[in-house]
């Protein structure tokens, strides 16, 4: 520990921390825009600027370490007068919408004009005939909101993909997509994006579609993390469970009927597990990779399509529970399956292009029609006036309400192999699993390794969170630097789902932790937490899914080489 | 070769003379000092403050002296290698003849790359990395923490000159200068460090007979001098430019200066992305917002993070306060 003085007052820190991070610690408020904790600083914004005794020049509190009986101070006439003109040239280049922002309500931006007296108009805003730039049907890049932190591009490496690039446009830089690399669609840009530049397809525009369809049944169906994620909209605390208040809101919202994705992702478990099994037996395909992540699916389409037989051929929870929606309620309730329009609300905006794959078709049929993100949902309650704060729990219908505690935790990193693992422990072993409890997986660790037995072998498995850190992992086993794994969980995203680009903007390591405890709180009350124990997964399987050919087409889906996606200019 | 060169470089007090004015010693002390296994030593000859050839002129006339500065350098740094980092066209120029000096000495000749800002010393150390042409934050410095992460000794060709002549006793004192602009002798002259710049002027028989200002600094972060303050050594590169007053056009300078900054900053910190935009935009549009105008100097002075932002307010203010009132 270090001792520094900020603004007179001594404060301890740990040595390596920077400025910012040490007055934070200690409740002291510095602006900083372009700063972002899970990212290196970038120190381009320069609002964060503080004076230094024995330094001529302000230095930013985001990349200055602090070092012994250093004295800092953080606002002071000669401060504030930079931080009103820094932001009055950051204003110059940024287009406001406010209306139409991620960050609507929460703009670190707009939070610091009263302060500082900012004229927002100061200058004309110099982007203003800067483009749009649309990614596939997930992302939206409106290149005129930019503030040039590069944010973006950082995130965009640190996921190994470097599809957003920085190049010199006449005599100034600007953020572009690659002309030769291709987008995931994880969002990760939009969740570090200070300046609301990044947002889903149709984020503003498309989010009333679901209940535009007067001539169908709606079926809603929301993802594992959005229930200890949504409460954030409406102010509450990080990691509030709103399972019966979402449930409640979609019934305000007038929706036929509310089904739980985690359902969907207990028959991805029972049917990923019996992949396990197969592939143990044959020993073929090992390692075994997961699929519900369809940005990391993509990735490896695209980038490392050596590996697409290792890609477990089960479907995501969304796309399963659409196509039973679609063929085994449809039946079941004597209703046209053409005339059910399925809305999954998702931690994700890659979810958006999972449903659109043709790989993922059921009889002929999309099993999602429509995406809506954490954010969008939470955006249509609100044009509802609905507050989800104020709002009695309600439950689930039936058929798909009740999902085993290991469905719920897919929403967390390690939660899908946790889940796996329970199932699949007991189709190799043919005992019952005791403690099913399997913490090496779980936590906010980038990559998590362990040895299990099973039966009378030890298997290696990992389980790996954040891209860039899988596309290593992915480059050792090519090298061989790794090898002798059977199972491999992938999440394009840091902490899994909880952390999705589709979630509730600001998202930071500390966040997402809450989020993800969350999951694993649910799942400890429940009674059942097996997948393959919970009593709908058993009934489809017997009366429904005993047809092979139909279980594979609702199972399964397949993957290929694939080419660019959409990349264009609006 | 003298015994404790870091002694000499400091007895003389040897100032960087790349522009920035950085005690020579201290900053070889800095190195020499710092634990580590592996020390490197760059001789920044990448040269891109417009206007301005006197380390073309070092090389072309006494490249051995800058090997020896350098060699010195080597020898007072332990397990040290160095690399000269060359302008393309300097490159092209002088490679040849500086591979015949350097011999079995550890020393490589790279060539720059990038503009202006690629002859900054964290720059220099993101290129030899092969990493994107932008300054580092500092601290830290690189003299604890520059290429590779080792520490690394940055001088500018003309110190590692002045360092080889200190090195064998035949320092004199001087400095470069080079002189443009509506003058009869342009060119590149080594003079006493003390001179100011009117001796300058005059010893170089250049002192204009009609009203002029000068540029003195660097031909795009110099400061503008009235006839009346020339009394005073140069701040910055040695390097005078002379403007005849009544056939220069201060926008069209200054449109220069915009023209050359935005073409050359990396437009990473706002105020000097943003700044300098706006500047060009005023002239563009002919109206200069005086208030806007001191707004912006006042953020490129006090919250750039690398020496270009910090000092690119500096011609236009001394032109605006001095020549367009």
């Not at chain 1, 905006?349 to 049929?365: Q, S, Y």
Request: charged fraction near 30%; charge should be positive; aromatic fraction near 8%.
């Amino acid at each position: 520990m270090i001792e520094i003085i900020i603004n007179g007052k001594k404060i301890k820190t740990e040595e390596g921390k920077t400025i910012l991070e040490a007055a934070r610690e200690n409740n002291i408020d510095i602006p900083a825009l372009c700063n972002h904790s899970d990212l290196k600083p970038g120190a381009s914004c320069r609002i964060c600027a503080v004076e230094i005794k024995g330094s001529k020049k302000l230095l930013p509190a985001c990349a200055t370490k602090a070092r012994p009986n250093m004295e800092v101070i953080t606002d002071s006439p000669k401060i504030s007068k930079t931080r009103k003109i820094n932001l009055e040239l950051l204003f110059s280049q940024h287009k406001e919408e406010c209306f139409d922002c991620v960050w609507n309500g929460e703009c670190s931006l707009l939070d610091l004009v009263d302060k500082y007296k900012v004229k927002i108009n100061r200058f004309d805003d110099r982007k203003k005939n800067y483009p749009v730039y649309q990614f596939g049907n997930a992302i939206q890049f409106d290149s005129s909101k930019c503030i040039d932190c590069r944010n973006c591009i950082e995130a965009c490496h640190l996921q190994g993909v470097d599809f957003l690039e920085i190049k010199e446009r006449g005599s100034l830089f600007q953020v572009v997509p690659s002309e030769t690399k291709d987008c995931i669609y994880c969002g990760q840009c939009l969740i570090h994006c200070p300046a609301g530049a990044f947002e889903s397809v149709g984020e503003f525009e498309d989010i009333e579609k679901p209940l535009k369809q007067k001539d169908k049944i709606v079926v809603f169906q929301f993802a594992p993390s959005i229930r200890s994620t949504l409460g954030e909209e409406f102010g509450m605390s990080y990691g509030k469970l709103v399972t019966g208040k979402i449930v409640a809101g979609l019934k305000r919202l007038g929706v036929d009927k509310i089904f739980d994705t985690c359902v969907g992702a207990d028959f991805t478990t029972t049917s990923e597990a019996e992949e396990v099994v197969e592939r143990i037996k044959s020993n073929k395909n090992l390692p075994i990779l997961t699929s519900c992540c369809p940005s990391w699916v993509k990735f490896l389409e695209q980038k490392y399509p050596e590996f697409i037989p290792n890609i477990s051929t089960t479907r995501s929870p969304q796309v399963i529970l659409g196509g039973l929606i679609k063929t085994y309620w449809a039946k079941e309730q004597g209703l046209d399956p053409k005339k059910i329009f399925v809305v999954s609300v998702m931690p994700c905006t890659a979810k958006k292009f999972e449903i659109i794959r043709p790989e993922n078709n059921v009889l002929g049929m999309r099993p999602v029609d429509c995406v809506l993100t954490t954010r969008e949902f939470a955006r249509l309650l609100m044009r509802h006036n609905i507050d989800l704060s104020k709002l009695k729990p309600e439950k689930m219908d039936n058929m798909f309400g009740d999902p085993s505690g290991a469905g719920v935790i897919y929403g967390a990193s390690g939660g899908v192999m946790e889940s796996a693992f329970r199932t699949a422990y007991e189709k190799i072993t043919n005992t019952k699993l005791k403690n099913v409890e399997f913490k090496q997986v779980r936590g906010m660790q980038g990559v998590k390794e362990a040895e299990v037995r099973v039966g009378s072998k030890t298997r290696k498995i990992a389980v790996i969170n954040g891209l860039g850190l899988a596309k290593k992992f992915i480059e050792e086993i090519k090298s061989g630097k790794r090898k002798d794994y059977t199972c491999i969980e992938a999440m394009a995203c840091p902490g899994g789902c909880v952390g999705g680009g589709g979630q509730p903007v600001p998202t930071d390591a500390k966040i997402r932790e809450k989020r993800a405890l969350s999951l694993y709180e649910v799942d400890k009350k429940k009674k059942i937490r097996k997948a393959h124990e919970n009593p709908i997964v058993k009934k489809i399987y017997k009366e429904f899914l005993k047809d092979k050919k139909l279980a594979h087409k609702i199972l399964h889906t397949s993957y290929g080489r694939k080419g660019r996606g959409l990349i264009k200019k609006i | 070769m003298a015994k404790d060169i870091i002694k000499e470089l400091k007895k003389y007090n040897l100032l960087g003379r790349s522009g920035s004015g950085f005690p020579t010693g201290l900053k070889w002390e800095l190195v020499k000092n710092c634990r580590a296994d592996k020390k490197y030593i760059i001789c920044n000859g990448s040269e891109g403050e417009p206007k301005n050839f006197k380390d073309k002129f070092i090389l072309e006339n006494y490249p051995e002296i800058v090997i020896e500065g350098i060699k010195t350098a080597l020898g007072a740094i332990n397990n040290s290698s160095a690399f000269i980092y060359l302008r393309k066209d300097y490159y092209q120029k002088f490679n040849d003849n500086l591979e015949k000096l350097i011999k079995e000495l550890p020393i490589k000749i790279i060539k720059k790359q990038g503009g202006y800002l690629g002859g900054e010393e964290t720059v220099i150390c993101q290129a030899l990395e092969g990493r994107r042409l932008e300054p580092r934050i500092k601290p830290p410095f690189p003299t604890e923490f520059g290429l590779w992460g080792y520490p690394t000794l940055v001088n500018n060709v003309e110190t590692f000159y002045c360092a080889g002549k200190i090195s064998q006793g035949r320092y004199e004192g001087t400095r470069f200068y080079t002189i443009t602009g509506d003058v009869k002798n342009q060119g590149v002259y080594e003079l006493p460090k003390k001179y100011t710049v009117k001796e300058i002027l005059k010893k170089t028989d250049n002192y204009p007979d009609f009203d002029f200002f000068v540029q003195s600094g660097g031909g795009a972060m110099g400061e503008i001098l009235l006839e009346k303050e020339l009394n005073k050594t140069i701040q910055g590169i040695g390097c005078i430019v002379v403007f005849n007053a009544e056939k220069t056009d201060p926008f069209a300078l200054m449109k220069e200066w915009t023209k050359f900054f935005l073409a050359e900053n990396c437009d990473r910190c706002a105020p000097c992305r943003e700044g300098i935009y706006r500047i060009d935009e005023m002239l563009n549009n002919k109206k200069m917002d005086k208030q806007a105008l001191n707004d912006i100097f006042f953020v490129l002075k006090e919250t750039s993070l690398c020496p270009l932002g910090a000092n690119a307010y500096t011609p236009f203010e001394t032109l605006i306060k001095k020549i367009i009132k």
